[in-house]
């Protein structure tokens, strides 16, 4: 699978859009890109996932670069139970040895303030 | 309630010992994963499996040892060999298909080992 790169910590101020941004330059054309966050000592959730096209859902939405190389996850309205660790991932959907494999990086810790 | 679980939430061992972690989900996944997160760090992929009777090793295999005799089961055991072995489990299952929505990992709430 695919390296990510996010930067380590960002903030927010409750109500406005966090913008978290994810580079994955050596994506290759059969993978997905996936993002999950963490809430403090509980299991990630998954929130949005896409190839190509910009995807919406009632959680987030996630805007794909043209080339794929980078993405960014939009949680539009952030409120302070969106602080959490946020992971950008990079998988193959379907077929080879790494099939359904999940491979996380280090994330980004999002603090929403009041 | 469809979901994944894992128990206990906190397990204390004595060093030397090996401890098993239990992980159970009846969402008729086809995959399930073992995780290990230590403080300030992201998940690192321990084992997986794909299909019953078959798993592979992760990232970080030494030490761990798993087995899949039932869809829904997939135990995951801390052998004395694990050098550090006091840290968050997570597993976690997911279904396998075309699909790329059916990709979507669900967590268990993690099992936290302390050896001492």
């Known amino acids: 699978d695919a390296k990510t790169t996010q930067p380590p910590s960002m903030d927010c101020a409750e109500g406005r859009a966090a913008n978290l941004p994810c580079n994955h330059s050596t994506i290759s054309g059969n993978e997905y890109v996936y993002w999950y966050r963490q809430i403090h000592s509980q299991g990630p959730q998954y929130i949005i996932h896409?190839?190509?096209n910009n995807e919406t859902n009632e959680m987030a939405s996630l805007i794909i670069t043209e080339d794929r190389k980078s993405s960014t996850l939009i949680l539009p309205h952030a409120t302070l139970r969106d602080t959490a660790v946020y992971y950008c991932i990079v998988r193959v959907a379907a077929g080879g040895t790494s099939y359904g494999k999940l491979t996380f990086g280090q994330g980004t810790i999002l603090t929403v303030h009041p | 309630d469809g979901g994944i679980t894992q128990s206990p939430k906190y397990l204390f061992r004595k060093e030397g010992q090996n401890v098993t972690l239990s992980c159970e989900q009846n969402?008729?996944?086809?995959?399930m994963y073992w995780y290990r997160q230590d403080p300030g760090q992201g998940l690192r992929l321990i084992y997986y499996s794909q299909i019953v009777n078959d798993f592979q090793k992760g990232d970080i295999a030494e030490g761990y040892s798993v087995s899949r005799e039932k869809k829904e089961s997939f135990p995951l055991t801390v052998t004395s060999a694990q050098k550090n072995p006091t840290a968050f489990y997570l597993c976690?299952?997911?279904?396998?298909?075309?699909?790329?929505?059916?990709?979507?990992?669900?967590f268990g709430q993690g099992t936290r080992l302390t050896v001492v």
């Open positions: 969402l008729n996944h086809d995959a």
């Open positions: 896409g190839l190509k």
């Open positions: 976690a299952s997911s279904p396998l298909g075309r699909a790329s929505r059916l990709n979507e990992a669900f």
